[in-house]
Structure formats: structure tokens, C-alpha cells
């Protein structure tokens, strides 16, 4: 992995563990303890500096039995070089009461004029929790001392927060919560998964010089979205582009019933860059669509089956008859033209069979599945999977996705991509002004307009006799979601919080994407 890479690309603990081995025997180990201490002492240093002087400042660590304690004793001894009152607060002890911990490194706290306490002094500025790292295993015990925090302490975590797994983010006992963890090697997926990258805080990735060593299997490896990442996967369109080059999306959602899903996942997609939306649907939905946005075409059937390259279905469909009869003719519409992308979500993963799913991975469509919570837990029992009832959801999705062909997009508050070859993306970044009705529709659409851009781009390629290979379904997915998740943010920074404003802070979004050279353009009243 390249330094880029090890800021954007998580992967286990323990694949980090296994990257070690090799350097461990070939006795490095203290060399990378040293530079993992060091820069742990930096990241410390920086945080103390934003409070006041460094020199004078009391900084307590909290110390466990192994490596990751070796780390926080060496980092409070370089600390101690810079004028900092350093104390290492030890929290396991052998039967006859010596501290059990790293003899290196207390020599070195010992040597450079640092003390050892029972308890973290209440003049500590900042705590730097190094009771366990990767080697964490069971249930963590949250050691008294750790109980009793001077109300106004940092909390600096070494490698991960103790009581954190470093695979999958799971949280077993009482983990402090950090303000910052400075994390070694390479960024462990369970600083940016469930309850893990919520007890992280501020995540600093140092380079040990493990990348070489790291594996490069989809199945260890987790993708943190961001810009370049998500421009990546939806580039500015071209000087040449027409309408059609850009991509076309067939919008078969909203009804009688739930008109307003229409609006929201037609403004989804053209605000995401589609060359062209056509909307499917009902008189009433047409009507609403079209009044909202008149550069779109509305039709009870939809686009000619050729003409579209990404079909989103399921938002806001009405009643079991009205959605069955509209997924059966997406479906329909597909096999005339199956190098089209599917996007299903709400009623569609309702409806969807797992012999539908097999049709469509062997004529080659590109599928991506959207669920919340809710709708994955029972899409997980209509259609099961071996090994999808995990409690790591990550595992769970990668089993699911691997049997049934279709990339998975878990939405939350950190969504989750997952597609069949292990591809796995994280989104961070979105907060909760995306928790309103409504949202999931809009990110139907733009989910829709990024594989359509995609579809259309792979088309171009063939017709050109070239290979463009299989669609990066999860990467696509992901690059929408996290455009959505930013545009959350943006718009309740700027005072906007409700769905029906979402779409304009997602193009606004999406130009700063494309053009981010460009000045901020005028907001949109
Ligand atoms: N191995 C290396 O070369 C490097 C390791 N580094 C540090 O070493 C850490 C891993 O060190 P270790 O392998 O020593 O493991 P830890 O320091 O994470 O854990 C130490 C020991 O605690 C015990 N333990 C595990 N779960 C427990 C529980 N629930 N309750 C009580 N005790 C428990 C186990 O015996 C475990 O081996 C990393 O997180 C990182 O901070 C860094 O120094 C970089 C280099
Ligand atoms: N607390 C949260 N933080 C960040 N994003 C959230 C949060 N809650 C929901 N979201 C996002 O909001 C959207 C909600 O979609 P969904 O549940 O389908 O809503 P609806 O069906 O009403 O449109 C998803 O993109 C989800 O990831």
C-alpha cells in the first residue's frame, strides 16, 4: 500500500498482526515499537500544544500488560525529554504486586525522569490509554484508574481504544471514549466500523513502513470513501458529452400513494449529473415530477428498454399488486438490455427472489440493493445466505453478497458496500440531518445516476472494441453515497434541514466534485 493508501484503505487488526510477523522475526520488533511511540508522543505533544505549553504539562498513561503499554511507556519517556511530567499508570500487576507491563520501556520512562503512580493525578492534561491494542481478546474490564479522569483530560488512545476490536469496530466492555487515537501501520478497519470509530475520535494513521507487508485480499481490506475516491468513480463529464454519454436513469418509484418518493428520487439523479431522467409511474406522479422538474421526461412505462442505462425501482411503489407489476417490468425491461445497472430499494427488496437475482448475474447486470436496517434484516430471511447472520455486519454482507451476485449498500449512520468479489466500502461523514423521510429516496436516484454515467461510459468502451471489465458496483455505490452524505452535512451548515432542499446541496456537491477549481458558486435560494 502506498502512504496515500494507508489513510484510505482499513484493514483488520489482525491482518496488520500477520504483516508484523515477518519484521517481529527478523527482530525489528523494537525498531517499529520506537517509531510507533514516537509519533504517539508527536500526535500528544500537538494536542497538549492546542491547550497551553507543552513543557510543564502532566500527561498519565494508562499501561496494559503488552506491546500496546510498550508503546505509551516509550512515548511518555520521549515526552518526558520535552519538559512533560510523564506517569505511567500500570493496570495489571503480578501476584506479588510488581507492575506486569514492558521492562524496556519503563527503563527508558525510568531513564528520561518519569514516575509511576497508582492513579492518574488529577493535574494530568492529557491520558493516553495504552492498556490493549490488537491483542485484545473477550471482554474488557475497564481498569479502576480508568474510572477516575480529571473531568478535563484528553483521552488519547494508542493504536485503538482499549476494549475495542480492532477487526470489526465491536466494543466489548467499558471502552473509553478517545479524542483522538493515533493508530499504527495501517488504519484498523474497527476504528472506522460500529461502535469503534465512535469511541476513536480523531483517527491518525502512521506509517511503520508495514505497507509492503500488507495483504491486499478484498476480503481483509475496507475502503474509506472520499473525494478523490468518489471523483474517481464519477468523473466530470467530458468536453464532448451529450446527454446520452452522460447517462440516462428510468425512475420507477413514487404512487398514488407515496407521490413525493417520484420527485425525490428523479431530483436524486439529476442532481448527481444524469444526462437524462425518465420518470415511470402513475398520472399523479408524472404531473408532480414534471412540475418539479420540467427538464424530465415522464411516461407510464419508462424509457425504451435500450435507452436506459440505469433502472432505480422500489421507492415509495403502492400497494403489492401496483409494485409487482412495476418491478416485473424493470425486470423485463433488463433482460432486453441487461448491461443496464439496477438499483432496487424499499418495495423492490421486497419483491426480489433469489432466482431473479441468479437471472441477472448470469446476464451480467450490474445489481446494487439499498436497505436500511430493517429492510436487510428481512431481506436477510426471505432470501438467506450462509454465514449472513454474522453479528460483524461486515462479514454478514460479505457472505450475503457473495452468494447472491448483487452489491449490497447498508445504509446508516456509517453505510456499509459490500459487493459479490468482497469489495468493501466504509462512508463516514454524513451525520444525523440525513435521518429524515425521504433521504433514502434521494440517494436511490443518485445511486442510479452514478452507475448510469458508468453503464454508459463501459457501453462507449465496447462499441470501441475495448474490455472495460465488470462494473466497480460497490465503489460507484459508495461514491454516491458519500456525495449524499456530504451534502447532508452541507446543507444543515447552512441552515437547510429538510429532504425536499437535499437534492440542491447533493449538486452543489457534485459540482465541487467535478469542477473544484471553480469558484463557490452563488447559492441556490
Ligand atoms: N508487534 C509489533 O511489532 C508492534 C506492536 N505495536 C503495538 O502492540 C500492540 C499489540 O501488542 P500485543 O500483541 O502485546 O497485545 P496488546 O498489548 O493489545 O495486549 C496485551 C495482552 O493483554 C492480554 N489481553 C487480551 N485481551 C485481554 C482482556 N480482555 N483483558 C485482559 N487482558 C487481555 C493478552 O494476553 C494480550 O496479549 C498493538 O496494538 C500496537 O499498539 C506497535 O508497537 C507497533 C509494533
Ligand atoms: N444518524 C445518521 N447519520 C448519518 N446518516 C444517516 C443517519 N440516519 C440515516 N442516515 C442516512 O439517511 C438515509 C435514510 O434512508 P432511508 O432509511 O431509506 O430513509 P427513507 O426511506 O425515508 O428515504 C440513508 O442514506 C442513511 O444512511
Redesign the pocket.
Known amino acids: 500500500m502506498t502512504a496515500d493508501d494507508l489513510t484510505r484503505i482499513a484493514v483488520t ?1 489482525s491482518a ?2 500477520t504483516a ?1 510477523e515477518p ?2 522475526a527478523a527482530g ?2 523494537p525498531e ?2 520506537r ?3 514516537w509519533a504517539l508522543a508527536e500526535h500528544a505533544a500537538a494536542l497538549l500544544r492546542e491547550r497551553g505549553p507543552v513543557a510543564g504539562a502532566t500527561v498519565a498513561a494508562l499501561v ?8 505509551a511507556l516509550f512515548a511518555l519517556a520521549f515526552l518526558r525529554r520535552r519538559g512533560v511530567a510523564a506517569v505511567a499508570v500500570p493496570v ?1 500487576r503480578d501476584d506479588d504486586g510488581a507492575p506486569r507491563w514492558h521492562a524496556e520501556g519503563w527503563a527508558a520512562l525510568q531513564a528520561a525522569g518519569g514516575r509511576r503512580a497508582d492513579a492518574v493525578p488529577p493535574e494530568a492534561a492529557l491520558v493516553v490509554d ?12 475497564l481498569p479502576a484508574a480508568a474510572r477516575a479522569l480529571p473531568a478535563d483530560a484528553l483521552v488519547l488512545a ?3 481504544p ?2 475495542v476490536d ?1 477487526d470489526t469496530g465491536e466494543v ?2 467499558e471502552a473509553l471514549r478517545a479524542d483522538a487515537t493515533v493508530t ?2 495501517a488504519l484498523k478497519s474497527g476504528l472506522v466500523l460500529g461502535e469503534g470509530a465512535a469511541r476513536a475520535g480523531t483517527v491518525h494513521v502512521v506509517d ?1 513502513g508495514l505497507g509492503p507487508h500488507l495483504p491486499t485480499s478484498p476480503a481483509v481490506r475496507l475502503g474509506v470513501m472520499d473525494e478523490a475516491a468518489a471523483r474517481a468513480a464519477h468523473p466530470a463529464p467530458a468536453a464532448e458529452a451529450h446527454k446520452y454519454t452522460r447517462g440516462v436513469v428510468a425512475v420507477v418509484a413514487g404512487s398514488e400513494r407515496y407521490p413525493g418518493a417520484a420527485v425525490l428520487a428523479s431530483a436524486g439523479a439529476l442532481h448527481t449529473g444524469a444526462g437524462m431522467v425518465h420518470h415511470a409511474g402513475p398520472q399523479t406522479t408524472r404531473d408532480l415530477v414534471l412540475t418539479a422538474h420540467p427538464e424530465a421526461l415522464v411516461s407510464a412505462k419508462g424509457p425504451e428498454p435500450s435507452r436506459a442505462d440505469a433502472w432505480v425501482a422500489g421507492p415509495g411503489l403502492d400497494t403489492e399488486h401496483d409494485a409487482r407489476r412495476r418491478w416485473a417490468g424493470v425486470l423485463a425491461a433488463l433482460e432486453e438490455r441487461p448491461e443496464a445497472a439496477l438499483l432496487a430499494d424499499a418495495s423492490a427488496l421486497a419483491l426480489l427472489t433469489a432466482a431473479e437475482l441468479r437471472s441477472l448475474r448470469a446476464a451480467g447486470t450490474p445489481v446494487v440493493l439499498t436497505p436500511h436496517a430493517g429492510e436487510w434484516s428481512r431481506l436477510r430471511e426471505r432470501v438467506p445466505a450462509d454465514g449472513a447472520d454474522a453479528a460483524d455486519p461486515l462479514a454478514a454482507l460479505r457472505a450475503w453478497t457473495a452468494e447472491h451476485g448483487a452489491t449490497v449498500l447498508l445504509k446508516g449512520p456509517r453505510t456499509l458496500v459490500v459487493a459479490p468479489d468482497g469489495e468493501a466500502w466504509v462512508v463516514t461523514g454524513g451525520g444525523p440531518d440525513l435521518a429524515m423521510g425521504g433521504t433514502g429516496d434521494v440517494l436511490s436516484g443518485a445511486i442510479g445516476a452514478v452507475l448510469a454515467a458508468d453503464v454508459a461510459r463501459r457501453s462507449r468502451a465496447r462499441r470501441a472494441g475495448e474490455d472495460p471489465g465488470p462494473a466497480p458496483t460497490a465503489r460507484l455505490a459508495a461514491a454516491a453515497a458519500w456525495l449524499h452524505a456530504q451534502a447532508g452535512a452541507d446543507q444543515a451548515r447552512a441552515g437547510r434541514i429538510t429532504t425536499a432542499t437535499l437534492p440542491t446541496a447533493l449538486g452543489a456537491r457534485v459540482a465541487r466534485l467535478w469542477w473544484p477549481d471553480d469558484a463557490e458558486p452563488e447559492a441556490v435560494q
Request: charged share 20%; aromatic share 6%.
Open positions: 487488526g496488520v498482526r508484523e519484521l517481529l525489528r520488533g517499529l515499537m517509531a510507533a511511540a496494559g500488560p503488552g506491546n500496546n503499554g510498550g508503546d495489571r495504552g492498556v490493549l491494542g490488537t491483542g485484545f481478546t473477550g471482554e474488557y474490564e494508542c493504536d485503538v482499549s476494549g480492532a466489548r466492555g499504527f501501520g511503520i
